[in-house]
């Protein structure tokens, strides 16, 4: 090998050390550590499983609204690997992990000297660092954005930079505006890059009094424009949510006045000062609590980087060293701006737009500092040679190693075990998750609303998913075997009432890892459920059974009181027995009709108060509810009453059939208003 190619395989092979290493440290137990799943990304998971099964959205409404790509990114994962925390997360390790050529792409080509060193120590500083691994294994979008800021300035750069052949700078330009649009279609703090090429095009032709900067920046918005149309068409169809999520974050919609404005501005601003040195985010979602983003040694480095461009920014390099300066310059504030303008600074997810810039200052000044260590060694008498020439990489890996060292033990033996950090990711949720997709999966499971509306709860339950409905409101039996409902834990006196209700119930308490309450079953046998929801009802036989279209049975029923004054509500329980789930969600009437046909009280509704239509009904399945009727105020007295009882479309008002009754309901029985 010649001795200008041996170089550039150590680089090499240096280069593809670091991209290992950040790769482990990003998929090391990556479904555990943390254990647990945010309710964000279990919404991630959700949207990817259906983007994985078909679903093709252009911006996702829920959960506040969210860009889709990197949900297209872990939908891809799923449908190879299966749906799952590690398949879901995946997505984010992959995502900085091609992150980190993509930094070493950009630094290398800005001017700056030592550009290889510098340029592997930026990456390896990034393949590192504690932010960049914890970001890089949770699965939120925010882990995507990096790779197309750094793809976006290193397109850039080439379209604009002074010494680059002019008939190239349209393609340049060109890809530099489908990286605008990719990160746009990522995260809502890509839509702000185009001010980034804006003020970096405005400086450019400034200083070389030339309009081409300019017309990169128009070639450059022109593609992006057209590769985010689908996103630029949902917001002309939802205007409001474009700015939604801002809004919710926004610091100027808290404050009441510009003092307090001005007053939490600076606050802000004071806490992104000291984030790389002092003092980081203090959420432990995102973070070791307060932990600063360089450790000393890394962050002394990154001083100086920022020395450095202090010093070319006032021109003392010339004008090329001067506008990369000034790009990173801009980079590195216009990125800051989200987390500046929004509550809790400094917020590391919105902040994962600085990185290619903050980590391209960390391995300037790291490179910086080790050729002036190899100079020392040089002028101490050693001479050159090998050994010579491996002491500024041999300064910039030991910083490194120790610096990695102290992230890898920082995040998994002080942050990952922490009471804190399970708490922030709602790791007892994914307890319950899995406790209840072990029991659905071994027979019929019903959930609380409470428990089943939990986004990762229902991620988990996707291979056996129960079905859930309020059970204040009525009881869904299934069609064979025992009665199994879970409410969280926390719904204790929720569990209590629907015991009280029905006596024949058992109450089992499971507690998680940590001994909390977990899951409540309320669970019954067969046989003892059956005689249960049917004790004391009128029973139609065989040959008396009321169907409803070929839907639903009518397997009992009472009314009570038996007599009831004007104003007064009455009780009508019902037991419905599904034959199939209908088509779409009908509703049913119980109407309170007086001998002269009038109807004095009547109630119409969708059963279980909503929770659980009919199209959602299996078949063999039993529903008990308890319906409520009010009679009129102005009801006769002294009469007797017919209770009807029926299904309907409400739609349309179309009934379901009942064989041999014209009016398609039923007589639950008679009666009684008595004197008001």
Same mark, same amino acid.
């Given at each position: 090998m010649s001795t200008r190619r041996a170089p550039a395989a150590a680089l090499g092979l240096a280069l593809a050390l670091v991209i290992l290493v950040g790769f482990a440290l990003r998929v090391a137990a990556l479904g555990a550590v943390p254990f647990g799943f945010h309710p964000d990304e279990g919404h991630n998971a959700l949207d990817a499983w259906a983007i994985a099964n078909g679903w093709r959205p252009a911006f996702l409404p829920g959960n506040n609204g969210r860009e889709p790509l990197f949900m297209y990114l872990a939908a891809a994962l799923q449908a190879a690997g299966g749906a799952s925390i590690w398949s879901t997360r995946l997505a984010a390790a992959v995502a900085g992990t091609l992150?980190?050529?993509?930094?070493?792409?950009?630094?290398?080509?800005?001017?700056?000297?030592?550009?290889?060193?510098?340029?592997?120590?930026?990456?390896?500083?990034?393949?590192?660092?504690?932010?960049?691994?914890?970001?890089?294994?949770?699965?939120?979008?925010?882990?995507?954005?990096?790779?197309?800021?750094?793809?976006?300035?290193?397109?850039?750069?080439?379209?604009?930079?002074?010494?680059?052949?002019?008939?190239?700078?349209? /393609?340049?330009?060109?890809?530099?505006?489908?990286?605008?649009?990719?990160?746009?279609?990522?995260?809502?703090?890509?839509?702000?890059?185009?001010?980034?090429?804006?003020?970096?095009?405005?400086?450019?032709?400034?200083?070389?009094?030339?309009?081409?900067?300019?017309?990169?920046?128009?070639?450059?918005?022109?593609?992006?424009?057209?590769?985010?149309?689908?996103?630029?068409?949902?917001?002309?169809?939802?205007?409001?949510? !474009?700015?939604? /999520?801002?809004?919710?974050?926004?610091?100027?919609?808290?404050?009441a006045d510009g003092a307090e404005t001005v007053a939490?501005?600076?606050?802000?601003?004071?806490? !992104?000062?000291? @984030?790389?040195?002092?003092?980081g985010d203090r959420s432990w979602y995102h973070n070791l609590s307060g932990r600063p983003v360089f450790d000393p040694l890394v962050g002394a480095a990154f001083l100086l980087g920022l020395a450095l461009l202090a010093r070319d920014l006032a021109g003392r390099h010339g004008p090329r060293r001067r506008h990369a300066a000034a790009l990173l310059a801009l980079s590195l504030a216009l990125a800051a701006l989200p987390s500046l303008f929004s509550r809790g600074a400094p917020n590391y997810v919105r902040l994962t737009a600085t990185w290619p810039a903050l980590f391209a200052l960390a391995g300037w000044g790291l490179a910086a500092a080790a050729a002036w260590v190899a100079r020392a060694a040089r002028a101490g008498g050693l001479r050159a040679?090998?050994?010579?020439?491996?002491?500024?990489?041999?300064?910039?890996?030991?910083?490194?190693?120790?610096?990695?060292?102290? @992230?890898?033990?920082?995040?998994?033996?002080?942050?990952?075990?922490?009471?804190?950090?399970?708490?922030?990711?709602?790791?007892?949720?994914?307890?319950?998750?899995?406790?209840?997709? &072990?029991?659905?999966?071994?027979?019929?499971?019903?959930?609380?609303?409470?428990?089943?509306?939990?986004?990762?709860?229902?991620?988990?339950?996707?291979?056996?998913?129960?079905?859930?409905? &309020?059970?204040?409101?009525?009881?869904?039996?299934?069609?064979?075997?025992?009665?199994?409902?879970?409410?969280?834990?926390?719904?204790?006196?929720?569990?209590?009432?629907?015991?009280?209700?029905?006596?024949?119930?058992?109450?089992t308490l499971l507690p998680d890892s940590r001994g909390a309450p977990s899951l409540r079953l309320l669970g019954a046998p067969e046989p003892v459920w059956r005689a249960g929801v049917l004790a004391g009802l009128h029973r139609p036989g065989p040959a008396d059974e009321v169907r409803f279209g070929d839907a639903i049975a009518l397997a009992g029923w009472r009314v009570e009181p038996a007599a009831a004054a004007p104003g007064v509500t009455v009780t009508v329980l019902a037991v419905w027995r599904a034959l199939s789930a209908t088509a779409v969600d009908h509703n049913r009437f119980v109407h309170v009709v007086g001998p002269d046909g009038r109807t004095i009280g009547q109630h119409d509704g969708p059963p279980l108060a909503g929770t659980y239509p009919t199209d959602r009904w299996r078949a063999g399945e039993t529903v008990w509810e308890p319906i409520a009727v009010r009679l009129a105020d102005d009801a006769p007295s002294g009469v007797e009453a017919t209770v009807l009882a029926g299904w309907y479309d409400w739609r349309d008002g179309a009934r379901l059939g009942v064989p041999g009754r014209d009016e398609a309901a039923v007589a639950l029985g008679r009666l009684r208003v008595g004197a008001p």
């Open positions: 992150y980190l050529p993509a930094q070493y792409v950009f630094t290398r080509a800005l001017p700056l000297p030592r550009p290889r060193l510098t340029a592997l120590a930026a990456t390896a500083i990034a393949a590192t660092a504690f932010w960049p691994v914890a970001q890089s294994r949770y699965a939120l979008r925010a882990s995507l954005l990096p790779l197309w800021v750094a793809l976006c300035l290193w397109a850039w750069w080439r379209a604009v930079e002074p010494e680059r052949r002019v008939g190239a700078w349209p /393609r340049w330009s060109a890809l530099a505006g489908a990286f605008l649009a990719a990160a746009a279609h990522t995260h809502l703090t890509g839509r702000a890059l185009p001010l980034l090429l804006a003020a970096s095009a405005a400086w450019a032709a400034r200083g070389q009094r030339s309009r081409r900067p300019l017309a990169a920046l128009a070639v450059a918005c022109a593609v992006a424009l057209v590769l985010a149309a689908p996103q630029l068409r949902y917001f002309t169809r939802h205007p409001e949510m !474009l700015s939604y /999520r801002a809004e919710q974050v926004s610091l100027l919609q808290a404050q939490a501005l600076r606050r802000n601003a004071l806490a !992104l000062a000291r @984030a790389p040195l002092l003092r040679g090998p050994l010579s020439a491996a002491v500024a990489p041999a300064v910039v890996g030991t910083v490194i190693a120790v610096g990695g060292a102290l @992230a890898a033990r920082d995040y998994f033996l002080r942050y990952a075990p922490r009471q804190e950090t399970y708490d922030a990711f709602n790791a007892a949720a994914v307890e319950r998750g899995l406790a209840l997709a &072990d029991l659905s999966r071994r027979e019929t499971t019903y959930a609380s609303e409470a428990l089943w509306r939990q986004a990762v709860i229902r991620f988990l339950c996707l291979d056996a998913p129960p079905r859930s409905y &309020d059970a204040a409101a009525g009881l869904v039996l299934p069609a064979a075997g025992a009665l199994t409902y879970v409410l969280e834990g926390s719904e204790e006196e929720r569990a209590r009432a629907v015991s009280d209700r029905h006596p024949w119930l058992s109450h």
